[in-house]
């Protein structure tokens, strides 16, 4: 987090000394190493206990959803900071915060959906977007000072996967992020294009646009639309649309379709998609607030769980975990 400050200083201070921009370029190049990656684990996994503990506090409960998750970034800084500062092990930071975390955290019963669909929660972090959106943030338009080849491809290489012959942004950037509130206006948060131009011109940065995005979308719903028992078509939805707030041109036509889907046959089909489509369909429930699809939904989840002792459901562990999450949210 610091070195993306420190970027921004520097790339606004470079046109004073050209020495600026040079340490700025080495500054870029560590952004993208096995150590940065390293260090993206830990300081995500200690920002995702450091979250948990804040929700057992019940002084923290009183704050209002922008306070609450400064605090828990601010937090997080600043034990991390001094964690690396003498030396412990990134690893043995992601390990033991990981290990320590497995705590059930009050907000699986009780969400305040302002923080839990906000772009600065712990679970909206990945690393593609934080070190992409951080560097459009910290170089803007003068990126071009400090750019070069090998820094371009790692952009790429981070980015963007071949698939086939099409070329397409990575699962993390293939979710459209400007449905997420932003309340700490962070440089995580708002339409994707729009910043990372800064970093892939105009024509590439186009690739991960809110309006590709909704239109992707609404190809998907139209598939479905004729052919619910499509587990090509669903993917696309779970990407783009995931958990947060869906498209409003798009909200009734989303609506219909988990109302009309047979959610057991999906699973009947390909049970790993199969779960991961009704898990899809109890998320957008909290935003569709439609009461029919929640009955549909208890009626298939109970069907599902009648099913459990016939059916070989792989992981038990992992199932389980699944199974709680869409009654979580379906209750």
Do not use: C
Request: charged share 20%.
């Amino acid at each position: 987090m610091e070195r993306l400050h420190l970027l921004n200083i520097l790339i606004h201070l470079g046109h004073q000394k050209a020495s600026y921009y040079r340490l700025a370029r080495r500054i870029i190049k560590r952004l993208f190493t096995a150590n940065a990656v390293a260090a993206f684990i830990a300081f995500s996994t200690l920002l995702e206990w450091v979250d948990q503990e804040f929700s057992y506090w019940q002084g923290a409960k009183k704050w209002q959803p922008h306070i609450r998750l400064a605090m828990v970034w601010a937090h997080t800084h600043h034990l991390f900071s001094i964690l690396t500062a003498v030396g412990v092990p990134l690893d043995w930071i992601s390990e033991t915060f990981r290990r320590i975390a497995k705590r059930l955290p009050p907000e699986m019963f009780n969400r305040d959906l302002a923080q839990w669909f906000d772009v600065a929660h712990p679970r909206q972090l990945n690393f593609p977007a934080f070190t992409l959106m951080g560097l459009a943030y910290s170089v803007g338009e003068r990126g071009t000072q400090v750019f070069d080849q090998v820094l371009e491809e790692n952009f790429t290489f981070v980015a963007f996967r071949e698939v086939g012959d099409v070329i397409l942004p990575v699962a993390p950037l293939f979710r459209d992020i400007s449905r997420a509130s932003n309340t700490l206006a962070s440089f995580l948060g708002g339409n994707y294009a729009e910043n990372l131009v800064h970093l892939f011109g105009k024509d590439r940065a186009r690739a991960f646009d809110s309006e590709v995005y909704q239109a992707l979308a609404s190809q998907a719903l139209d598939a479905l639309a004729e052919n619910p028992n499509d587990l090509s078509a669903w993917p696309i939805l779970q990407v783009t649309v995931a958990d947060l707030p869906p498209y409003d041109s798009l909200a009734n036509n989303l609506s219909q379709l988990l109302v009309q889907t047979q959610f057991v046959n999906l699973i009947d089909q390909d049970k790993k998609a199969g779960l991961a489509v009704i898990k899809f369909a109890a998320m957008q429930l909290i935003h569709l607030a439609n009461e029919d699809l929640k009955q549909h939904l208890n009626v298939q989840f109970m069907h599902m769980v009648e099913q459990l002792p016939q059916q070989d459901w792989g992981n038990p562990s992992t199932q389980i975990a699944d199974l709680d999450s869409i009654y979580l949210s379906l209750v």
